[in-house]
């Protein structure tokens, strides 16, 4: 059982078109991570969100956190080939002393020139 | 100037087999991380160590030993290989006030 959920798992666009990527879990989470993953490499951090209902902006990226610190949505205006990878929500889980972090099963995303 | 670097990135291997992936961060992060990635991507976090010390073990078969000689070092051993170890490794670091994740690139595990 997957405690984070994320859909779509696939998505193919063209270059220009505004895309939507969710994350969904049962469990509540401290914090809210998205990752993006290209072939052959580790993720890479794109931002953290911690805040219940924060929204943060990166260029043409937007990420909200949503009220009940449970879910997050990533989404990605006028997308371009650019864009293309593999991405990962994360969440925190607070342990007693650490913050154990675990991830989604990500979304591939393709931008189509 | 790689910030978490592992060796080797591929390791092509037999059934049974004994292996070691190595690990160090230049970062001066005191937590470091590996997790498992499968063929369909999912990536799941296997152990943790903060200050070399064990602090998540999850559930993973004993015939992976993970070994921490100092903070900026966490190299995994794997015994007796099966093919369901087939997989990419991936080691991570971070601050223990952190959740950011810093990640190497992979070692991609292939056992025959």
């Known amino acids: 059982t997957q405690l984070l959920e994320q859909s779509p798992q696939f998505l193919s666009i063209q270059e220009g078109e505004n895309l939507t990527v969710y994350c969904n879990s049962s469990?509540?989470?401290?914090?809210l991570q998205w990752y993006r993953q290209e072939p052959g490499e580790g993720p890479v951090l794109l931002v953290t969100?911690?805040?219940?209902?924060e929204v943060k902006k990166l260029k043409r990226l937007t990420f909200q956190f949503g009220d009940a610190r449970k879910d997050s949505s990533l989404h990605i205006t006028a997308a371009q080939p650019g864009d293309t990878g593999l991405y990962l929500c994360?969440?925190?889980?607070?342990?007693?002393?650490?913050?154990?972090?675990?991830f989604g099963p990500g979304t591939s995303l393709s931008v189509i020139p | 100037d790689t910030a978490v670097s592992q060796t080797p990135k591929y390791l092509v291997t037999q059934m049974g087999n004994d292996k070691s992936i190595k690990c160090e961060q230049n970062?001066?992060?005191?937590?470091m991380y590996w997790y498992k990635q499968d063929s369909k991507k999912f990536l799941k976090i296997m152990f943790s160590?903060?200050?070399?010390?064990?602090?998540i073990n999850e559930t993973v078969p004993n015939r992976f030993s993970p070994k921490s000689p100092d903070k900026a070092h966490l190299n995994l051993h794997i015994n007796s290989l099966e093919l369901g170890d087939s997989a990419v490794y991936f080691c991570?670091?971070?601050?223990?006030?952190?959740?950011?994740?810093?990640f190497g690139n992979g070692t991609r595990l292939t056992v025959t």
């Open positions: 991570a670091s971070s601050q223990a006030s952190s959740t950011t994740l810093h």
């Open positions: 469990s509540v989470f401290s914090s």
């Open positions: 969100v911690v805040t219940g209902g």
């Open positions: 994360a969440g925190a889980l607070v342990k007693t002393s650490y913050d154990k972090v675990i």
């Open positions: 970062l001066g992060h005191d937590t």
């Open positions: 160590y903060n200050n070399k010390e064990l602090i």
